[in-house]
């Protein structure tokens, strides 16, 4: 089972990689009525970043923005700290937290697809980012090896996971003592049963609900876990930010 779902959303990514470098699409990764007409910009992609942070940034990395929200703004960043960013896709969390963590801090990108990773290192040229690497791999399976990571980010990913209990695990496990987290994800109603939540390639594809996300945050070992709802996406689903921290 894992592993078709696995390649559903591989093979969907790599066409919106695909979308955006031969300029045959918008690059959403949702369906164009669901993220490029209009007001739903506003709901994915790039329309959620302010212009001040999309300057400077090569225009390929912003069109291939599929997520639901800016992690790299609700989660603190220090220079010289490393941060890993899940799902990576095309690169622009990667490339607007190299900028947070300066030429001393390191930041990876982890993504599955082929396509996405060879977009994104393309940009990672373009924009003189000599502290990123992409890295190929799964998110249930992190190639980082333990307590190496002060700040994990993902954005709108973590729901794509047909394993999601090994992701938070996978989490826990890379970050450093005193290490935290910033997410954007989708998020499900508590009232809203699993079978209503979506497929896994679509934009609100099989979300946790609230209440799961607390509780497996929690019983991954983190503290302070936050799920803050940040607009509505579908009845019953919501944009949202989790924060939460490892214990030191």
Not at 170 to 178: C, D, F, K, N, P
């Amino acid at each position: 089972m894992s592993t078709d779902v696995h390649e559903q959303v591989r093979k969907h990514y790599a066409e919106a990689a695909l979308s955006v470098t031969h300029e045959n699409g918008c690059g959403c990764g949702c369906s164009e009525t669901a993220c490029c007409d209009g007001e739903a910009t506003t709901l994915f992609g790039e329309g959620l970043y302010p212009e001040s942070e999309r300057s400077g940034l090569p225009e390929n990395a912003v069109a291939a923005s599929l997520g639901c929200g800016n992690p790299v703004a609700v989660v603190e960043m220090h220079q010289g700290e490393t941060v890993l960013d899940l799902g990576s896709g095309g690169g622009i969390d990667v490339l607007l937290s190299a900028r947070r963590v300066g030429p001393t801090g390191t930041v990876y990108g982890l993504d599955m697809t082929d396509e996405m990773l060879a977009l994104a290192q393309a940009n990672a040229r373009k924009a003189g980012a000599t502290n990123v690497h992409f890295l190929k791999g799964l998110m249930e399976s992190i190639p980082l090896r333990a307590g190496s990571v002060d700040v994990v980010i993902s954005n709108c990913v973590v729901n794509l996971s047909p394993e999601k209990s090994k992701v938070l695990s996978e989490i826990v496990r890379v970050l450093r003592a005193g290490g935290r987290i910033g997410i954007s994800d989708i998020v499900a109603e508590d009232r809203l049963s699993a079978a209503d939540r979506g497929n896994h390639v679509g934009c609100i594809a099989g979300a946790l609900s609230e209440r799961e996300y607390r509780e497996g945050l929690t019983a991954a070992g983190l503290v302070d876990v936050e799920v803050e709802r940040t607009h509505v996406v579908a009845d019953a689903m919501h944009g949202a930010i989790v924060r939460a921290r490892k214990p030191v």
